[in-house]
Protein backbone atom coordinates (compact mmCIF):
# COMPACT_ATOMS: atom_id res chain seq x y z
CA UNK A 1 0.00 0.00 0.00
CA UNK A 2 0.73 3.88 -0.06
CA UNK A 3 2.87 5.41 2.71
CA UNK A 4 1.50 6.46 5.92
CA UNK A 5 -0.14 10.21 4.84
CA UNK A 6 1.78 12.14 7.67
CA UNK A 7 4.53 11.54 5.79
CA UNK A 8 4.46 14.56 3.44
CA UNK A 9 5.50 14.65 -0.46
CA UNK A 10 8.03 17.07 -0.61
CA UNK A 11 6.82 20.57 -1.12
CA UNK A 12 8.47 21.18 -4.69
CA UNK A 13 5.43 19.14 -5.58
CA UNK A 14 3.32 21.38 -4.96
CA UNK A 15 4.59 23.69 -8.23
CA UNK A 16 5.02 20.62 -10.58
CA UNK A 17 1.16 19.88 -10.65
CA UNK A 18 -1.25 21.65 -13.46
CA UNK A 19 -4.41 20.14 -13.23
CA UNK A 20 -6.91 20.84 -16.54
CA UNK A 21 -10.55 20.85 -16.49
CA UNK A 22 -12.54 21.12 -20.01
CA UNK A 23 -15.67 22.96 -19.73
CA UNK A 24 -19.18 22.51 -21.88
CA UNK A 25 -22.09 24.10 -20.28
CA UNK A 26 -21.27 22.13 -17.28
CA UNK A 27 -23.46 24.98 -15.21
CA UNK A 28 -23.42 24.46 -11.30
CA UNK A 29 -21.07 21.14 -11.67
CA UNK A 30 -18.48 23.31 -13.04
CA UNK A 31 -18.39 25.40 -9.50
CA UNK A 32 -18.51 22.37 -7.94
CA UNK A 33 -15.69 20.70 -9.53
CA UNK A 34 -13.23 23.74 -9.51
CA UNK A 35 -14.12 24.23 -5.47
CA UNK A 36 -12.76 20.91 -5.31
CA UNK A 37 -9.35 21.14 -7.01
CA UNK A 38 -9.06 24.73 -4.89
CA UNK A 39 -10.13 21.95 -1.75
CA UNK A 40 -7.06 20.09 -2.37
CA UNK A 41 -4.09 19.44 0.34
CA UNK A 42 -1.48 19.66 -2.13
CA UNK A 43 -2.86 22.90 -4.03
CA UNK A 44 -1.74 23.14 -7.75
CA UNK A 45 0.95 25.45 -9.44
CA UNK A 46 -1.79 26.32 -12.01
CA UNK A 47 -5.52 25.10 -12.63
CA UNK A 48 -6.44 25.52 -16.37
CA UNK A 49 -9.91 25.68 -17.46
CA UNK A 50 -10.51 25.76 -21.07
CA UNK A 51 -14.77 26.63 -21.88
CA UNK A 52 -15.56 25.03 -25.53
CA UNK A 53 -18.18 27.94 -26.34
CA UNK A 54 -20.56 27.00 -23.74
CA UNK A 55 -23.82 28.91 -23.53
CA UNK A 56 -24.87 28.29 -20.27
CA UNK A 57 -23.41 31.34 -18.23
CA UNK A 58 -20.90 28.37 -15.92
CA UNK A 59 -17.38 29.94 -17.49
CA UNK A 60 -18.60 33.51 -16.31
CA UNK A 61 -19.63 32.36 -13.12
CA UNK A 62 -16.20 30.15 -12.27
CA UNK A 63 -14.17 33.64 -13.55
CA UNK A 64 -15.78 35.43 -10.77
CA UNK A 65 -15.82 32.98 -8.04
CA UNK A 66 -11.89 31.37 -8.92
CA UNK A 67 -9.69 34.49 -9.72
CA UNK A 68 -6.88 32.65 -8.84
CA UNK A 69 -7.11 30.32 -11.96
CA UNK A 70 -6.67 30.76 -15.64
CA UNK A 71 -9.26 30.88 -18.14
CA UNK A 72 -9.05 29.99 -21.72
CA UNK A 73 -12.45 31.08 -23.35
CA UNK A 74 -12.85 29.16 -27.09
CA UNK A 75 -15.14 30.71 -30.02
CA UNK A 76 -16.24 27.11 -30.87
CA UNK A 77 -16.33 24.21 -29.46
CA UNK A 78 -13.04 22.08 -30.38
CA UNK A 79 -13.90 19.27 -28.94
CA UNK A 80 -12.29 17.21 -25.60
CA UNK A 81 -9.05 16.00 -26.91
CA UNK A 82 -7.69 19.67 -28.72
CA UNK A 83 -9.23 21.58 -25.97
CA UNK A 84 -6.78 19.61 -23.97
CA UNK A 85 -3.62 19.61 -25.50
CA UNK A 86 -4.19 23.66 -26.34
CA UNK A 87 -4.05 23.72 -22.48
CA UNK A 88 -1.14 21.21 -22.13
CA UNK A 89 0.75 23.36 -24.32
CA UNK A 90 0.19 26.45 -22.15
CA UNK A 91 0.97 25.20 -18.58
CA UNK A 92 4.31 27.01 -17.24
CA UNK A 93 7.02 24.61 -15.83
CA UNK A 94 4.92 21.34 -14.85
CA UNK A 95 6.23 18.22 -14.05
CA UNK A 96 2.46 16.67 -14.45
CA UNK A 97 -0.68 17.14 -15.73
CA UNK A 98 -3.91 16.51 -13.77
CA UNK A 99 -7.22 15.89 -15.73
CA UNK A 100 -10.61 16.26 -13.95
CA UNK A 101 -13.80 16.49 -15.93
CA UNK A 102 -16.16 19.30 -15.12
CA UNK A 103 -18.85 16.49 -13.43
CA UNK A 104 -16.00 14.92 -11.28
CA UNK A 105 -15.75 16.23 -7.76
CA UNK A 106 -12.28 15.03 -6.41
CA UNK A 107 -11.51 13.87 -2.58
CA UNK A 108 -9.71 16.96 -0.83
CA UNK A 109 -7.10 14.33 -0.79
CA UNK A 110 -6.89 13.08 -4.54
CA UNK A 111 -3.93 14.72 -5.93
CA UNK A 112 -2.06 14.15 -2.78
CA UNK A 113 -3.15 10.22 -3.16
CA UNK A 114 -1.88 10.30 -6.67
CA UNK A 115 1.23 11.73 -5.83
CA UNK A 116 2.21 9.02 -3.36
CA UNK A 117 1.49 6.36 -5.81
CA UNK A 118 3.74 8.29 -7.94
CA UNK A 119 6.58 8.23 -5.16
CA UNK A 120 6.02 4.56 -4.26
CA UNK A 121 5.58 2.90 -7.84
CA UNK A 122 8.20 4.88 -9.53
CA UNK A 123 7.76 2.29 -12.64
CA UNK A 124 4.53 3.72 -13.47
CA UNK A 125 4.26 6.91 -15.38
CA UNK A 126 0.67 7.47 -15.51
CA UNK A 127 -2.33 7.15 -13.22
CA UNK A 128 -5.89 6.18 -12.51
CA UNK A 129 -8.87 7.18 -10.01
CA UNK A 130 -11.26 5.16 -7.97
CA UNK A 131 -14.20 7.02 -9.39
CA UNK A 132 -17.67 6.23 -7.56
CA UNK A 133 -21.49 7.48 -8.63
CA UNK A 134 -22.03 11.02 -7.62
CA UNK A 135 -25.80 10.06 -7.24
CA UNK A 136 -24.45 6.61 -5.16
CA UNK A 137 -21.48 6.54 -3.53
CA UNK A 138 -22.02 2.56 -2.42
CA UNK A 139 -21.61 2.05 -6.42
CA UNK A 140 -18.43 2.01 -8.28
CA UNK A 141 -18.08 4.48 -11.95
CA UNK A 142 -15.12 2.87 -12.26
CA UNK A 143 -11.37 1.93 -11.84
CA UNK A 144 -10.06 2.37 -15.14
CA UNK A 145 -10.11 1.45 -19.01
CA UNK A 146 -10.02 -2.09 -19.74
CA UNK A 147 -9.11 -3.20 -23.61
CA UNK A 148 -10.00 -6.44 -24.89
CA UNK A 149 -8.08 -7.39 -28.18
CA UNK A 150 -10.89 -7.61 -30.58
CA UNK A 151 -10.58 -3.65 -30.32
CA UNK A 152 -13.50 -3.25 -27.53
CA UNK A 153 -13.00 -0.65 -24.71
CA UNK A 154 -14.69 -0.14 -21.57
CA UNK A 155 -14.94 0.98 -17.62
CA UNK A 156 -13.88 -1.57 -15.44
CA UNK A 157 -15.71 -1.73 -12.48
CA UNK A 158 -18.56 0.08 -13.64
CA UNK A 159 -21.84 -0.04 -11.71
CA UNK A 160 -20.53 -2.57 -9.25
CA UNK A 161 -20.62 -2.23 -5.27
CA UNK A 162 -18.05 -0.25 -4.16
CA UNK A 163 -17.47 -2.02 -0.77
CA UNK A 164 -14.66 -4.55 -0.76
CA UNK A 165 -13.74 -4.42 -4.43
CA UNK A 166 -10.44 -2.98 -6.15
CA UNK A 167 -8.89 -2.06 -2.82
CA UNK A 168 -5.12 -2.37 -3.89
CA UNK A 169 -3.22 -0.53 -6.22
CA UNK A 170 -2.81 -2.73 -9.65
CA UNK A 171 -2.14 -2.44 -12.82
CA UNK A 172 -4.50 -1.02 -15.54
CA UNK A 173 -4.20 -0.71 -19.41
CA UNK A 174 -5.31 3.32 -19.32
CA UNK A 175 -6.97 5.69 -16.92
CA UNK A 176 -10.34 7.09 -17.24
CA UNK A 177 -9.36 10.63 -17.94
CA UNK A 178 -12.27 12.07 -16.16
CA UNK A 179 -9.69 11.80 -13.33
CA UNK A 180 -5.90 11.05 -14.42
CA UNK A 181 -2.19 11.87 -14.02
CA UNK A 182 0.14 11.97 -16.74
CA UNK A 183 4.00 13.38 -17.00
CA UNK A 184 3.48 16.21 -19.34
CA UNK A 185 6.81 15.10 -21.06
CA UNK A 186 4.95 11.54 -21.69
CA UNK A 187 1.75 13.52 -23.79
CA UNK A 188 4.08 15.68 -25.18
CA UNK A 189 5.97 13.07 -26.81
CA UNK A 190 3.36 11.43 -27.97
CA UNK A 191 1.67 14.13 -29.68
CA UNK A 192 -0.70 14.15 -27.38
CA UNK A 193 -4.68 13.70 -27.44
CA UNK A 194 -5.52 12.54 -30.94
CA UNK A 195 -7.74 15.79 -31.89
CA UNK A 196 -9.93 14.10 -34.72
CA UNK A 197 -11.45 11.82 -31.99
CA UNK A 198 -13.42 15.07 -30.82
CA UNK A 199 -14.00 13.25 -27.74
CA UNK A 200 -14.71 9.55 -26.32
CA UNK A 201 -12.10 6.64 -26.61
CA UNK A 202 -9.44 9.64 -26.47
CA UNK A 203 -8.37 8.54 -23.42
CA UNK A 204 -8.24 4.76 -24.38
CA UNK A 205 -6.47 5.64 -27.73
CA UNK A 206 -3.73 8.32 -26.05
CA UNK A 207 -2.91 5.29 -22.85
CA UNK A 208 -2.42 2.89 -25.53
CA UNK A 209 -0.08 4.97 -27.40
CA UNK A 210 1.93 5.01 -24.04
CA UNK A 211 2.04 1.72 -23.17
CA UNK A 212 3.45 1.19 -26.95
CA UNK A 213 6.33 3.91 -25.67
CA UNK A 214 7.07 1.09 -22.67
CA UNK A 215 4.98 2.91 -20.14
CA UNK A 216 2.77 1.80 -17.80
CA UNK A 217 -0.23 2.74 -15.91
CA UNK A 218 -1.11 2.15 -11.91
CA UNK A 219 -4.57 2.33 -10.77
CA UNK A 220 -4.71 4.19 -7.37
CA UNK A 221 -7.64 3.24 -4.89
CA UNK A 222 -6.97 5.70 -2.17
CA UNK A 223 -7.59 8.74 -4.60
CA UNK A 224 -11.13 9.03 -4.66
CA UNK A 225 -13.12 11.16 -7.08
CA UNK A 226 -17.18 11.17 -7.38
CA UNK A 227 -18.37 11.05 -10.88
CA UNK A 228 -21.84 11.68 -12.69
CA UNK A 229 -20.55 10.15 -15.80
CA UNK A 230 -21.66 11.32 -19.08
CA UNK A 231 -23.46 14.03 -17.02
CA UNK A 232 -23.10 16.87 -20.06
CA UNK A 233 -23.53 14.49 -23.23
CA UNK A 234 -25.60 11.35 -22.25
CA UNK A 235 -24.48 7.93 -21.98
CA UNK A 236 -26.57 6.47 -25.03
CA UNK A 237 -27.02 9.62 -26.77
CA UNK A 238 -26.79 9.77 -30.37
CA UNK A 239 -23.68 12.30 -29.79
CA UNK A 240 -22.05 9.62 -27.65
CA UNK A 241 -22.78 6.82 -29.83
CA UNK A 242 -21.59 8.28 -32.86
CA UNK A 243 -18.06 9.15 -31.77
CA UNK A 244 -17.49 6.24 -29.16
CA UNK A 245 -17.83 3.54 -32.28
CA UNK A 246 -16.01 5.55 -34.52
CA UNK A 247 -13.40 6.43 -32.34
CA UNK A 248 -12.90 2.89 -31.61
CA UNK A 249 -12.00 1.55 -34.99
CA UNK A 250 -10.00 4.57 -35.29
CA UNK A 251 -8.11 3.45 -31.92
CA UNK A 252 -7.82 -0.31 -32.93
CA UNK A 253 -6.10 0.77 -36.64
CA UNK A 254 -3.98 2.55 -35.42
CA UNK A 255 -2.34 1.21 -32.36
CA UNK A 256 -2.38 -3.11 -32.78
CA UNK A 257 0.83 -3.83 -33.63
CA UNK A 258 1.07 -6.46 -36.84
CA UNK A 259 0.90 -9.31 -37.54
CA UNK A 260 -1.73 -8.76 -34.73
CA UNK A 261 -3.52 -6.37 -36.69
CA UNK A 262 -4.22 -8.46 -39.13
CA UNK A 263 -5.14 -11.87 -37.11
CA UNK A 264 -7.78 -9.88 -34.76
CA UNK A 265 -9.03 -7.41 -37.76
CA UNK A 266 -12.26 -10.74 -38.55
CA UNK A 267 -13.11 -10.32 -34.69
CA UNK A 268 -12.91 -6.24 -34.51
CA UNK A 269 -15.25 -6.35 -37.91
CA UNK A 270 -17.94 -8.74 -36.56
CA UNK A 271 -18.08 -6.51 -33.64
CA UNK A 272 -18.78 -3.35 -35.67
CA UNK A 273 -21.50 -5.11 -37.34
CA UNK A 274 -22.86 -6.54 -34.38
CA UNK A 275 -22.88 -2.94 -32.83
CA UNK A 276 -25.28 -1.29 -35.95
CA UNK A 277 -28.52 -3.22 -35.31
CA UNK A 278 -28.10 -2.87 -31.40
CA UNK A 279 -27.21 0.98 -31.06
CA UNK A 280 -28.54 1.86 -34.30
CA UNK A 281 -28.30 5.10 -37.33
CA UNK A 282 -25.60 7.01 -35.26
CA UNK A 283 -23.50 3.37 -35.04
CA UNK A 284 -24.42 3.25 -38.92
CA UNK A 285 -23.35 6.79 -39.48
CA UNK A 286 -19.94 6.58 -37.20
CA UNK A 287 -18.82 3.30 -39.05
CA UNK A 288 -18.83 4.68 -42.36
CA UNK A 289 -17.31 7.98 -40.98
CA UNK A 290 -14.43 5.72 -39.62
CA UNK A 291 -14.10 4.39 -43.14
CA UNK A 292 -13.44 7.90 -44.75
CA UNK A 293 -11.17 8.97 -42.25
CA UNK A 294 -9.03 5.74 -42.95
CA UNK A 295 -6.57 7.30 -44.83
CA UNK A 296 -5.77 9.73 -41.94
CA UNK A 297 -5.51 7.29 -39.92
CA UNK A 298 -3.43 5.02 -41.58
CA UNK A 299 -0.48 7.50 -41.69
CA UNK A 300 -0.81 7.93 -38.19
CA UNK A 301 -0.31 4.35 -37.95
CA UNK A 302 3.09 4.01 -39.84
CA UNK A 303 4.12 7.06 -37.44
CA UNK A 304 3.14 4.96 -34.02
CA UNK A 305 4.37 2.01 -35.37
CA UNK A 306 7.60 3.23 -36.41
CA UNK A 307 7.97 4.68 -33.18
CA UNK A 308 6.84 2.06 -30.35
CA UNK A 309 9.31 0.55 -27.88
CA UNK A 310 7.16 -2.40 -27.25
CA UNK A 311 5.25 -5.39 -29.09
CA UNK A 312 1.91 -7.29 -28.57
CA UNK A 313 3.24 -9.74 -26.04
CA UNK A 314 4.26 -6.77 -23.75
CA UNK A 315 0.47 -5.69 -23.94
CA UNK A 316 -0.60 -9.36 -23.48
CA UNK A 317 -0.77 -8.99 -19.68
CA UNK A 318 -3.14 -5.90 -19.74
CA UNK A 319 -5.69 -6.81 -21.92
CA UNK A 320 -8.49 -8.89 -22.17
CA UNK A 321 -8.52 -12.16 -24.70
CA UNK A 322 -11.47 -14.37 -23.52
CA UNK A 323 -15.02 -14.13 -25.17
CA UNK A 324 -16.58 -14.37 -21.15
CA UNK A 325 -15.22 -11.27 -20.46
CA UNK A 326 -16.50 -10.13 -23.76
CA UNK A 327 -19.56 -10.68 -22.84
CA UNK A 328 -19.67 -9.46 -18.80
CA UNK A 329 -17.93 -6.44 -19.18
CA UNK A 330 -16.42 -7.27 -15.74
Known sequence: MFPDPEKSISCEYNALIAVIVVNYNAGSMLLRCLE?????????????????A????????????FPEF????????????????????????????????????????????????????????????????????????????????????????????AAGQFVNPMEIFSPCAAAALYRRDDLIMI?????????????????????LMGLRCLYVPDAIVFHKGSALTGRRSNFAVYHGQRNLIW??????????????????????????????????????????GLGN???KRHVIQRTRCIGFRNLVPVMKFSLSSLMCRD
Open 251 to 292: TFLKNVPAPWVWLLSPFHLLLNFVAVPLLGLPALRAKRDALI
Open 54 to 65: SQDGSILAAETR
Open 70 to 161: DFIKLEKNIGFAAANNLAIHRTDGCYWIALLNPDAFAAPDWLERMLHASVSYPEYHFFGARMLMDDDHTKLDGVGDIYHAVGLPWRMGHGKT
Open 36 to 52: TIRSQTIRPKQVIVVDN
Open 191 to 211: GGFDEDFFCYVEDVDVGFRLR
Open 297 to 299: IWR
